[in-house]
């Protein structure tokens, strides 16, 4: 099995291969189909059904954004924001695993949503006493969340269309394209986001999202252009860039 999974040019072969007979659970032909699926290129994480975040499993269905390592850092700058008591909104929140990890220990009101209803699914299973929503970005929460958001979490597609087809074919073949595509210059989705987030901000709130190294300064225009003040948080050892927008304290007739 680590043979035919090294072959088909799986890096990890052997830890893939102990998850793939964890997923059988002794079922030496489901053991097979599942080899023969990761062998064709799906996703390990959709063939056992969770991804790994944080050190953490979370629900995964076909189809919907797997997290990435990566923005373990948007989780973690979060943290850093979140204290109990506040209210968290996670939009384009895929699995919620953003959500979770940001908020987990502490007593909020955690709010998530998106669009795609297979995420919206497994963000659900995944967030037990969280309210999770379908719809595109603001549209399906409820009213009285305006004014209200302490921190919003929001990992957007970022990746420029002319972009997506030089992703992994993991990714670029699996995954939804609307989990992936940012448009033209990869920053469409969070324009329209940051638009409309200071109507649903609270005073000193803040907005965090993630952005590639050549977005960042068109990132900063964006939020400032809605009235955030922007700063970048950077680990050059993930070389992630998390952009977080915060709203003034003071209120202004």
């Known amino acids: 099995m680590t043979d035919r999974l090294r072959a088909a040019g799986c890096v990890f072969a052997e830890d893939e291969a102990a998850l793939l007979t964890e997923a059988a659970a002794g079922d030496a032909a489901a053991l097979d189909r599942l080899v023969a699926r990761r062998v064709a290129g799906h996703p390990v ?38 204290h109990s008591g506040q209210t968290v909104l996670d939009l384009c929140c895929g699995t ?19 669009i795609d209803p297979a995420a919206v ?19 399906p929460l409820p009213a009285d969340l305006r004014g209200r958001v302490d921190v919003l979490l929001a990992n957007v597609p970022y990746v420029p269309t002319r972009e ?6 993991e990714f670029r073949v699996h995954e939804a394209r609307a989990a992936l ?9 969070l324009r329209r986001l940051a638009a409309r987030a200071p109507g649903w901000l609270a005073p000193g709130g803040h907005l965090l999202t993630e952005a590639g190294d050549a977005q960042l300064d068109a990132a900063h225009a964006i939020l400032r252009d809605a009235g955030l003040s922007p700063r970048t948080v950077t680990d050059p050892d993930t070389e992630t860039s998390v952009v977080v927008g915060s709203m003034s304290r003071t209120i202004y007739p």
């Open 181 to 189: 595509d940012g448009g033209d210059d990869g920053l469409r989705v």
């Open 45 to 82: 994480e959709y063939l056992v059904g969770w991804a790994s975040f944080a050190g953490a499993r979370f629900a995964v269905a076909d189809g919907v954004f797997i997290p990435r390592h990566r923005t373990e850092l948007l989780a973690a700058t979060a943290r850093q924001l979140i």
């Open 164 to 169: 997506i087809a030089f992703l992994p074919e």
């Open 96 to 114: 919620g695993a953003l959500g979770a990890t940001a908020t987990r220990g502490r007593d909020v009101r955690l709010v998530a949503a998106d």
């Open 121 to 139: 699914a497994c963000a659900r299973r995944n967030l037990p006493g969280a309210e999770v929503y379908e719809g595109d970005l603001f549209d």
